[in-house]
């Protein structure tokens, strides 16, 4: 096994109680209760490298380690099984599959597809990406159960025999370049779900975004498509204010409470494969109107002497960031910065320009090799004042001092986090602390 965190702990639990000899494997050092943990369980923890695979008979990797690593070719080369964790699950797993991916909106469509499938008194379980690792539903998986799943392009990348009976594609920008280095090869890990479904399976995509458009050609499903912008050939499309499926009214656009069209988006999706999951349209709307989105997502935290403060930590990619600015309309004071993922920020520029009053920069200066703050800071030069804040904690400061009332303070980073914090959520969670000491 390599990889030693959540999901790689999942994966070692679940070989161990099938009677697998493991051995586990991490670039980072253990902590002493990680340590104590492996020796509780007996497995033996050593360095990743070519030389301790040895004898191996299947590598399994956590969503974290690049299936493109050398030593995982190499191995490959010589005839040594490479799985995921969410491929080592699908042997395992009882009940059908929902799958979710995207760039963006991932999270906010699985939270709310399953809120959707419960609302209708259809069984489901949430995991994946989302929190809970696929290999740790498998006991509570049942036959008659959904398992309705976040996937990510690091979970997919290495899927073969991995089924989902509904998979969903919300939509398809460029993240991730420094791990899969093209945007080719990053597409094409999102598309492996849609590859390994057969006959009888459906496939829900954007028909807006032309990489989704592409992937139905890609798979035995039925396409059933969503679009905010037109009328869709089959699915949910947006028809004024009215939620269609085909010719039938299901519900009001005033029902989705979340900000943005790309959520309207995202709950045309979450309803297309809840329904084809078996949740009766008549539901989708009340079920909607009480859906209260997810942390770290545009999430508002606190209205302090006329401005507002929201935080929208898992906005880790400039499409996430210009999805959040085009949910407000001006007034934005914006913190961006963090560990760049090879991205280019510049098609930033307009839209900041229009409804931003500064950016305020955050994260690691060089000689942090992933700096994102220096890149960003180039690519806005000359379309709207940039502060150089360092800190979350000197870029609160400064916001609290410049905004006026009516104004939106608003982190959405267009970065990873990995340069001042453990995750997302970490950020997130500051972030919010933070804003509520404010006087």
Not at 49 to 59: F, K, P, Q, V, Y
Not at 93 to 102: D, R
Not at 110 to 117: E, F, P, R, V
Not at 276 to 284: D, E, F, N, Q, S
Request: glycine content about 8%.
């Amino acid at each position: 096994m390599i990889g030693t965190k959540r999901s790689g702990l999942a994966a070692i639990d679940l070989l161990l109680k099938y009677g697998a000899r493991v051995r586990a494997m991490d670039s980072s050092p253990l902590t002493k209760q990680e340590e104590s943990h492996f020796k509780f369980l007996g497995v033996p923890v050593v360095a990743q490298d070519e030389a301790n695979i040895g004898t191996a008979t299947m590598i399994v990797l956590s969503p974290a380690v690049p299936y493109d690593l050398p030593m995982l070719v190499a191995a490959r080369e010589r005839g040594i099984p490479t799985i995921g964790e969410v491929e080592l699950s699908s042997f395992f797993l009882k009940g059908p599959v929902l799958g979710i991916t995207g760039s963006n909106g991932k999270t906010t469509t699985t939270a709310l597809t399953g809120h959707l499938l419960q609302r209708a008194g259809i069984p489901c379980q949430v995991g994946g990406n989302i929190g809970t690792a696929v290999t740790s539903l498998i006991d509570s998986s049942a036959a008659e159960r959904w398992n309705v799943l976040e996937l990510s392009s690091f979970q997919l990348e290495s899927i073969d025999h991995f089924r989902a009976q509904v998979a969903g594609c919300l939509n398809v920008t460029p993240d991730h370049l420094d791990r899969h280095h093209t945007f080719e090869i990053y597409a094409n890990a999102k598309a492996r779900m849609f590859e390994t479904q057969q006959d009888g399976d459906s496939a829900v995509l954007n028909y807006d975004d032309p990489t989704c458009r592409d992937f139905a050609g890609r798979t035995k499903a039925k396409a059933v498509w969503f679009s905010a912008t037109q009328r869709v050939p089959n699915g949910v499309w947006l028809n004024g204010e009215d939620l269609m499926w085909d010719d039938t009214a299901f519900m009001q656009r005033s029902q989705i409470k979340l900000r943005g069209i790309h959520n309207v988006e995202n709950v045309m999706a979450g309803a297309a494969m809840a329904h084809l999951a078996g949740a009766p349209l008549a539901t989708i709307g009340p079920a909607v109107l009480i859906f209260p989105g997810v942390e770290h997502r545009i999430e508002f935290v606190r209205k302090l002497k006329g401005e507002e403060y929201f935080n929208d930590s898992k906005a880790t990619n400039v499409d996430a960031t210009l999805k959040a600015v085009d949910a407000f309309p001006s007034g934005l004071w914006i913190i961006l910065g963090g560990k760049d993922k090879g991205s280019d920020y510049k098609p930033l520029r307009e839209p900041l320009r229009q409804r931003a009053k500064g950016v305020l920069l955050i994260g690691a200066e060089p000689p942090y090799a992933y700096a994102a703050a220096p890149i960003i800071r180039k690519d806005l030069e000359g379309a709207i004042e940039m502060t150089d804040c360092g800190t979350m904690e000197r870029a609160l400061e400064y916001a609290r001092a410049h905004a006026t009332a009516g104004d939106t303070v608003l982190l959405s980073p267009a970065c990873a986090s990995y340069d001042q914090y453990s995750n997302y959520e970490e950020r997130g969670k500051h972030f919010k602390h933070l804003v509520t000491q404010l006087l």
